[in-house]
C-alpha cells in the first residue's frame, strides 16, 4: 500500500510529523482548516497532544493509523492536529471545555467543535473498542455526527452555553483583597495540609514534583525561618532525588511518578520540570547546604547540556517515554543485565544499593532509586561512605555508558522560548554558583539564540525547529525570557542582558495587559481570535505567564521606578490573595511574587570589570546564600538612565566595588567580599515590611 502523507507533511514540529503517515486528512491549525469547516458546514475534530505523550502513541497506532476508523474521520470531520506545546493558547481553552463538560482532562485531548470553532463535546483517550465503561472511539464519532446532522439545534445551544463559560472563565478576575503577610502563613497552613508526610510531596498518586509550590516554601521558609517549611522542603527534595522519578543513572527527572512514593514514573523528560527543578535543588542547597541538592541541581544542568542543547544554543523540548515501542525500556534494568555490564560481585552491590530485584519494581524490570539513604547504606556493610561513593560513581559510570548502546527515546527538538527562559535562568545561576564557566558559556549561548533567532522582525515567537519560527510568543515565553535575561544579567555582569529586558517588558507590558482590569491575558492583543482569551491564573506543571510576568515586572519596576509595572502586578496579586491562601499548592510562583512585593528588597551595585577574581569574589559572596529577593545589577550609566541605583556608582581606589541599599538608604561602599558579607547578612533581619 501506498503511503501518501497528509497536510502534516511540511511542519516542523515532531508531534505533527508523527502522524504526517497517517490515513487521517490531518490539518495543521489555520485559516484554511477552519475555512474548509464553515464551507462544508462539517463539524471539526481537534485533536491535541505531544511528542512525549504515552497514550497520544497508543491511541495514534489503535485509531490514526486504522484505515476504516481514518475513513470514518475523512468523511465526517474535518480533523485538525495540534501540538499543545506550540500552541498552549488552544490547549488551555479546548481543555478548560473538555473539563467543564467531563470532569477531568488530560492527552490526548479530543474535542468536537462546530463548523464556527466553538466546542460542543469532548474527551481524552478513546479505545478502539469499549472498555472500562469508555466508549469506542468509532462510537464516539457515529454519536458526535448524528447528533450534528439529526440534533443541530441541541450542539448549537450546548457551544453557545460552553462559550459563554468560557468567556467568563477566562475574563474575570477573583474578587480583590488587600496583600498583607497573613496570606503567606495561611499558606503555609495550606502547604502542610496538602503535604504527605510519609513520602514527601503533595498528595497521592500520581505524584508531580510541583517545583512552584517549592518554589514559594522557599520564600517562606527565608522570611520566617520555619521548622515547617523547611521539613516539607527538605524531605520531598530528598526522597524525588532518591526516588525513581529521578534518573539515577544519567541526571534528570522524569515527568512524574505514577504512584505515590515517586518510585515508578512516566518515563518522558520535559525540559520544563528539568529547568524548575534544577534552580529549587541549587536554591536549597544554598539554603540548607546540603551536598546531595548541589549534586542533583548540577547533574540536572549537566544533562541538560550533554542531552538537550542544539548547536544553534538551543535547548530541546522533550525526551519521550518510549523506546522500541516500550514505555521506559530504555531506563530499566534486570539483575542480570547489571551483572553483564559489572561483574557478579559489583552488580550485586548495585543490586542492593539500587533496590534491583528478581521480580523487579515495573513489568518484570526495574527503576533504579537508592531505598536507603547513602550513610545507612554504607554503615549496614561496614565501609566509610566516601568509599562507597567512590564504588557507587563507577557502577554508574558503567551502567550510562552501556545504557548509552540502547536504542535511545525519541527527541523533540523543538525549542519553547518559555522552557528555555526557565533554564536560560537556571544555567545561569547555577553556572555562577557553581563556579561553572562552561555552564555560563551555554546560558549566553542561549541567549543569543532567544534574542536572535526565536526573535524576527523585532517580535519574540513561541518555538522554533528546522530553521523555521512558528507562532508568535504567548505571555509566558516573554516572562521566562526575560526571567532569564535578568539572572544572566547578575550571573554575567554584562548590561546588555538587563537593558534587554526591560526592552522586553515594555512591549509584555503593552501587549499582554488586561484593558478592562489587573493583570494579564495569554495571548497578545495582536494574535489570533478564539473563542475566548485564554488567562491561565495557576500555576501547574509551568507557572503561569501571570504569575512570571507579575514577579518579573514587580522587581524591574522596583529597579526602574515604573509605576505602573507594579501596579498592574500588584493588582494582579490583590485579586489571587484569597485563592493564594486557600489553595497555595496551585498558586506557588504568585507566592513568591507577593513575597517579594511584601519585602523592602536590598540593592545591590556592582562596580569593576566582569571576569576579574575580584569581580568574581564578589559574585561568589552574591550567590553563597540564598537571598530570593535581591535585587543586584551591574554599575553601568547607561543602564542607569532607566536604573536609579546603578548610576553614579564608580569603582573605589581602582577595586571592585559594592554599593548595597536598602529602603532609600545607602550602607558604605565596599571593596572585598567579607565586607560585603557583613553588609548582606546585616540587612537580612530587617528586609521585611510586617503588613
Given at each position: 500500500?501506498?503511503?501518501?502523507p497528509?497536510?502534516?507533511?511540511?511542519?516542523?514540529?515532531?508531534?505533527?510529523?508523527?502522524?504526517?503517515?497517517?490515513?487521517?486528512?490531518?490539518?495543521?491549525w489555520?485559516?484554511?482548516?477552519?475555512?474548509?469547516?464553515?464551507?462544508a458546514?462539517?463539524?471539526?475534530?481537534?485533536?491535541?497532544?505531544?511528542?512525549?505523550?504515552?497514550?497520544?502513541?497508543?491511541?495514534?497506532?489503535?485509531?490514526?493509523?486504522?484505515?476504516?476508523?481514518?475513513?470514518?474521520?475523512?468523511?465526517l470531520?474535518?480533523?485538525?492536529?495540534?501540538?499543545?506545546e506550540?500552541?498552549?493558547d488552544?490547549?488551555?481553552?479546548?481543555?478548560t471545555?473538555?473539563?467543564?463538560?467531563?470532569?477531568?482532562?488530560?492527552?490526548?485531548?479530543?474535542?468536537?467543535?462546530?463548523?464556527?470553532?466553538?466546542?460542543?463535546?469532548?474527551?481524552?483517550y478513546?479505545?478502539?473498542?469499549?472498555?472500562?465503561?469508555?466508549?469506542?472511539?468509532?462510537k464516539?464519532?457515529?454519536?458526535?455526527?448524528?447528533a450534528?446532522?439529526?440534533?443541530r439545534?441541541?450542539?448549537?445551544?450546548?457551544?453557545?452555553?460552553?462559550?459563554?463559560?468560557?468567556?467568563?472563565?477566562?475574563?474575570?478576575?477573583?474578587?480583590?483583597s488587600?496583600?498583607?503577610?497573613?496570606?503567606?502563613?495561611?499558606?503555609?497552613?495550606?502547604?502542610?495540609?496538602?503535604?504527605?508526610?510519609?513520602?514527601?510531596?503533595?498528595?497521592?498518586?500520581?505524584?508531580?514534583?510541583?517545583?512552584?509550590?517549592?518554589?514559594a516554601?522557599?520564600?517562606?521558609?527565608?522570611?520566617t525561618?520555619?521548622d515547617?517549611?523547611?521539613?516539607?522542603?527538605?524531605?520531598?527534595?530528598?526522597?524525588?532525588a532518591?526516588?525513581?522519578i529521578?534518573d539515577?543513572?544519567?541526571?534528570?527527572?522524569?515527568?512524574?511518578?505514577?504512584?505515590?512514593?515517586?518510585?515508578?514514573?512516566?518515563?518522558?523528560?520535559?525540559?520544563?520540570?528539568n529547568a524548575?527543578?534544577?534552580?529549587?535543588?541549587?536554591?536549597?542547597?544554598?539554603?540548607?547546604?546540603?551536598?546531595l541538592?548541589?549534586r542533583?541541581g548540577?547533574?540536572?544542568?549537566?544533562?541538560?547540556?550533554?542531552?538537550?542543547?542544539?548547536?544553534?544554543?538551543?535547548?530541546?523540548?522533550?525526551?519521550?517515554a518510549?523506546?522500541?515501542?516500550?514505555?521506559?525500556?530504555?531506563?530499566?534494568?534486570t539483575?542480570?543485565?547489571?551483572?553483564?555490564v559489572?561483574?557478579?560481585?559489583?552488580?550485586?552491590?548495585a543490586?542492593?544499593?539500587?533496590?534491583?530485584?528478581?521480580?523487579?519494581?515495573?513489568?518484570?524490570?526495574?527503576?533504579?532509586?537508592?531505598p536507603?539513604?547513602?550513610?545507612?547504606f554504607?554503615?549496614?556493610r561496614?565501609?566509610?561512605?566516601?568509599?562507597?561513593?567512590?564504588?557507587?560513581?563507577?557502577?554508574i559510570?558503567?551502567?550510562?555508558?552501556?545504557?548509552?548502546?540502547?536504542?535511545?527515546?525519541?527527541?523533540?527538538?523543538?525549542?519553547?522560548?518559555?522552557?528555555?527562559?526557565?533554564?536560560?535562568?537556571?544555567?545561569?545561576?547555577g553556572?555562577?554558583a557553581l563556579?561553572?564557566?562552561?555552564?555560563?558559556?551555554?546560558?549566553?549561548?542561549?541567549?543569543?539564540?532567544?534574542?536572535?533567532?526565536?526573535r524576527?522582525?523585532?517580535?519574540?515567537?513561541?518555538?522554533?525547529?528546522d530553521?523555521?519560527?512558528?507562532?508568535?510568543?504567548?505571555?509566558e515565553?516573554?516572562a521566562?525570557?526575560?526571567?532569564?535575561?535578568?539572572?544572566?544579567?547578575v550571573?554575567?555582569?554584562?548590561p546588555?542582558?538587563?537593558?534587554?529586558?526591560?526592552?522586553?517588558a515594555?512591549?509584555?507590558?503593552?501587549?499582554?495587559?488586561?484593558?478592562?482590569?489587573?493583570?494579564?491575558?495569554d495571548?497578545?492583543?495582536?494574535?489570533?481570535?478564539?473563542v475566548?482569551?485564554?488567562?491561565?491564573?495557576?500555576?501547574?506543571?509551568?507557572?503561569?505567564?501571570?504569575?512570571?510576568?507579575s514577579?518579573?515586572?514587580?522587581?524591574?519596576?522596583?529597579?526602574?521606578?515604573?509605576?505602573?509595572?507594579?501596579?498592574?502586578a500588584?493588582?494582579?496579586?490583590?485579586?489571587?490573595?484569597?485563592?493564594?491562601?486557600?489553595?497555595?499548592?496551585?498558586?506557588?510562583?504568585?507566592?513568591?511574587?507577593l513575597?517579594?512585593?511584601?519585602?523592602?528588597?536590598?540593592?545591590?551595585?556592582?562596580?569593576?570589570?566582569?571576569?576579574?577574581?575580584?569581580?568574581?569574589?564578589?559574585?561568589?559572596?552574591?550567590?553563597?546564600?540564598?537571598?530570593?529577593?535581591?535585587?543586584?545589577?551591574?554599575?553601568?550609566?547607561?543602564?542607569?538612565?532607566?536604573?536609579?541605583?546603578?548610576?553614579q556608582?564608580?569603582m573605589?581606589d581602582?577595586?571592585?566595588?559594592?554599593?548595597?541599599?536598602?529602603?532609600?538608604?545607602?550602607?558604605?561602599?565596599?571593596?572585598?567580599?567579607?565586607?560585603?558579607?557583613n553588609h548582606l547578612?546585616?540587612?537580612?533581619?530587617?528586609?521585611?515590611?510586617?503588613?
Open positions: 500500500m501506498t503511503i501518501v497528509n497536510r502534516l507533511a511540511n511542519e516542523t514540529s515532531p508531534y505533527l510529523l508523527q502522524h504526517k503517515d497517517n490515513p487521517v486528512d490531518w490539518h495543521p489555520g485559516e484554511e482548516a477552519l475555512e474548509t469547516a464553515r464551507r458546514n462539517r463539524p471539526i475534530l481537534v485533536s491535541i497532544g505531544y511528542s512525549a505523550c504515552h497514550w497520544c502513541h497508543v491511541m495514534e497506532h489503535e485509531s490514526f493509523e486504522d484505515p476504516e476508523t481514518a475513513a470514518v474521520m475523512n468523511d470531520f474535518v480533523n485538525i492536529k495540534v501540538d499543545r506550540e500552541r498552549p488552544l490547549d488551555h481553552i479546548y481543555m471545555a473538555v473539563q467543564a463538560m467531563t470532569g477531568s482532562g488530560g492527552w490526548p485531548l479530543n474535542v468536537f467543535l462546530t463548523p464556527e470553532g466553538v466546542p460542543f463535546y469532548g474527551g481524552t478513546f479505545p478502539p473498542d469499549e472498555r472500562h465503561g469508555i466508549p469506542s472511539w468509532r464516539v464519532l457515529a454519536a458526535v455526527n448524528d450534528f446532522t439529526n440534533r439545534e441541541d450542539v448549537y445551544a450546548s457551544a453557545a452555553r460552553i462559550a459563554e463559560f468560557l468567556t467568563t472563565a477566562n475574563s474575570k478576575l477573583p474578587d480583590p488587600l496583600l498583607k503577610t497573613a496570606i503567606l502563613d495561611t499558606a503555609l497552613e495550606g502547604f502542610e495540609e496538602s503535604y504527605d508526610d510519609e513520602h514527601g510531596g503533595f498528595g497521592g498518586a500520581p505524584k508531580f514534583p510541583q517545583p512552584s509550590a517549592l518554589v516554601l522557599l520564600h517562606i521558609w527565608k522570611r525561618g520555619s515547617e517549611a523547611k521539613t516539607i522542603l527538605k524531605h520531598t527534595l530528598d526522597r524525588m532518591y526516588g525513581g529521578y539515577q543513572v544519567g541526571g534528570g527527572f522524569h515527568r512524574y511518578a505514577v504512584d505515590e512514593i515517586w518510585l515508578v514514573p512516566h518515563f518522558e523528560k520535559m525540559l520544563y520540570d524548575q527543578l534544577a534552580s529549587v535543588y541549587l536554591d536549597a542547597w544554598r539554603a540548607f547546604g546540603d551536598e541538592y548541589q542533583v548540577a547533574e540536572i544542568l549537566d544533562w541538560t547540556v550533554r542531552e538537550m542543547t542544539g548547536p544553534e544554543g538551543q535547548f530541546y523540548a522533550t525526551m519521550d518510549d523506546s522500541e515501542g516500550e514505555e521506559g525500556r530504555f531506563y530499566v534494568w539483575p542480570a543485565q547489571l551483572e553483564a559489572l561483574g557478579p560481585e559489583r552488580a550485586k552491590l543490586a542492593e544499593y539500587f533496590g534491583v530485584t528478581a521480580e523487579g519494581n515495573f513489568e518484570g524490570s526495574n527503576v533504579l532509586s537508592i536507603v539513604l547513602p550513610k545507612t554504607a554503615t549496614s561496614a565501609m566509610m561512605p566516601a568509599a562507597l561513593k567512590e564504588q557507587i560513581d563507577d557502577i559510570s558503567e551502567l550510562f555508558e552501556a545504557r548509552a548502546q540502547r536504542i535511545w527515546p525519541g527527541l523533540d527538538e523543538k525549542a519553547v522560548a518559555s522552557w528555555n527562559g526557565m533554564m536560560l535562568k537556571a544555567m545561569a545561576n553556572g555562577r563556579g561553572r564557566a562552561d555552564l555560563l558559556e551555554v546560558a549566553v549561548a542561549n541567549a543569543e539564540f532567544l534574542l536572535g533567532t526565536m524576527q522582525r523585532g517580535r519574540l515567537f513561541r518555538s522554533y525547529k530553521g523555521q519560527v512558528r507562532t508568535p510568543g504567548f505571555l515565553d516573554f521566562n525570557v526575560i526571567d532569564g535575561l535578568m539572572a544572566l544579567h550571573a554575567t555582569l554584562d546588555r542582558w538587563l537593558d534587554e529586558a526591560v526592552s522586553m515594555d512591549v509584555m507590558a503593552a501587549s499582554f495587559a488586561d484593558p478592562a482590569g489587573p493583570g494579564f491575558y495571548t497578545s492583543m495582536m494574535a489570533e481570535r478564539l475566548a482569551r485564554p488567562r491561565e491564573i495557576q500555576d501547574g506543571a509551568t507557572p503561569s505567564g501571570s504569575s512570571v510576568a514577579d518579573v515586572l514587580l522587581r524591574l519596576a522596583a529597579m526602574t521606578g515604573e509605576a505602573a509595572w507594579a501596579h498592574r500588584v493588582g494582579y496579586l490583590e485579586a489571587l490573595a484569597q485563592p493564594m491562601a486557600e489553595g497555595p499548592v496551585g498558586f506557588g510562583r504568585a507566592l513568591a511574587a513575597d517579594f512585593h511584601l519585602s523592602a528588597p536590598m540593592e545591590v551595585a556592582l562596580a569593576g570589570q566582569p571576569g576579574t577574581p575580584e569581580m568574581d569574589g564578589m559574585l561568589a559572596e552574591i550567590y553563597a546564600a540564598y537571598r530570593p529577593n535581591l535585587l543586584v545589577g551591574a554599575a553601568n550609566e547607561d543602564l542607569g538612565r532607566r536604573i536609579p541605583f546603578l548610576a556608582r564608580p573605589r581602582g577595586k571592585a566595588t559594592a554599593y548595597v541599599c536598602e529602603r532609600n538608604a545607602c550602607m558604605a561602599p565596599v571593596t572585598d567580599p567579607d565586607s560585603l558579607r547578612d546585616w540587612g537580612t533581619g530587617m528586609a521585611w515590611l510586617e503588613i
